[in-house]
């Protein structure tokens, strides 16, 4: 038995095989088996690859009728016996030290499921373009960002463990975006890695599936939106997707988005639906970007009711970009000549920015236009794409259920009724996190859960009543406010506590809130069934739109004393941060106001 295997699916690679495969039979790493499915070339690929097997008892050839890569690869698989398989593309080129440099990896990090490396861009003739594939912080996916933000490894750089490949089930019947399912299901179960140096070389050419036309870049972006989907499902513990036959031939057989959109409907919950269209005309702005093709008029259509007909479109993950890839498709259709699609595209109050947009394009030189940039591109405040991001997570997700990161206490020990869980997101153990919990806590239906910044040290016990109804999430995150370091933490913090079905409803509120109602109270509210779902303190239910709702936020660490920027006297700025400061106070609770409500 091999120490690697080499999984190939080839059709039509009559004049690239041949270079293909010598750089295979190169590596550094000799002891492999080259598994090579023909997935019914007509071309000579058969013909060349039985003459180099004959001349290397390491290549085994296999053939198929014509039935699509994923039935390919899955035949392939069964010729695995090695440890580790390899993937490969029939017309890319890997370097001499490609499997030593992914094998040391894999056997240095057990926890590591698949590997895979950059790549160098190379013509249809092998000469380098100059650009390397894009290396992706495997840590930012997310199924539920619109579009999703897939886990991606370039995958004819791949390695992975063959029980990990099984484990997951191989590939499934998903057309032209099989890779980023394997991925999603890969992620789940184990640790993934991009090695930062190129180990080989990735050909850019005409005759790949996505470049061919925009039909193409349709089912590309509703098969990868579809496996996202998919992996919602898995992370809500619901019924995963059915991909069938069937459905791959309605999919393949529907030529406008529309359609594709119309043959996946029935499968999708009203939820799934209204993300699903969100996200495909997202997911095709973003592939005609970098693809010789634009959106026609039917796409244009479709674009336009999505983000026009969903009032929650400004809440979604990455609303900014949909809405700079929307103009930006639209200045590429107006300089095309098709001004009357970029029109359609665009709603009527941005057709000043798009005609400004356009005639900046062509009517400066890019001389002109860097210094221009240079006095008009502002600064981007997080807040607002801070408070999209926890919109969108908050939402959409009311039957989420990840891993449980916390401690979860013995059935016996609760009283299985339905409770509220209360998220706290705390940087400081100190005496008023301990006033907040405990009273919550005097209400049997609350639990709470803690996420702890990963710079504070926990270097005490924390002095909580009925502590078996607190958790402090496992997973910490090192959180630095205005990035996405605070999304992650909230996503920990909600994972753990959607893995108790006893909690019906959850509350997001931050470890200097303090509540000005009984808890008690606030907890009949809730789950009276007339809140939503996930609330962050403030917007508890319709009835409750103050804007205290059912607590107040605490002034403890920003004292005037210890802010010297609030001092009236330095200037006439700072006199009106400080009244502007006493304003916010007087809305709060100072420190040494507490003990009035721990009774509560």
Known sequence: MAKIDVLMSVYNCERYISETLASIQAQTIKDIHIIIVDDGSTDRTGELVARAANNDERIIYHRQDNAGIVSALNAGLQYCKAEFIARHDGDDISYPERFEAELAYLETNPDCVAVSSVARHIDENGLHLGT???????TAADCFSVPAEEPYLLQPMLMLRRSALEMVGGYRNISVAEDSDLLWRLNAIGTMHIISDPLGDYRVHNASVSSQSVVHGRRLAVWSQLAAISEQRRLTKTTDLNFSSELKIRIESAMSLADMASAVRELLTEVEINWFGLAVSAKLLEICYYRPYEPEGSDITFIRHVTSSDENTSRCFKYAKLKEDILAAAIRLTLGGRWKDALKLLPPERWPVLFARAVFRVAFPSSVKSIIKGFTVKRKSPTRDIFNRFADFLEPLPSLEGKPQVYCPPDSLLDGKPSVAYLIMAHSQDKQLECLVNALLSDPRSRVYIHMDAKTTVDQPFNFKDSFRVMLVADRIRVNWGGFSVVKATQAILRAALSDKRNER???????????????????????GEGNLFSVWGQIGPNNLSSEGFGRYVVSKFQPCDIGVLNPKKSIFHARLWNLYKKIASKCLTENELSDFSGL
């Open 506 to 528: 959850f509350v997001l509120l931050s470890g200097a809130c303090f509540p000005t109602q009984s808890p008690s109270a606030v907890n009949d509210e809730l789950l009276r």
């Open 132 to 138: 390397i594939s894009t290396r992706k912080d495997l």
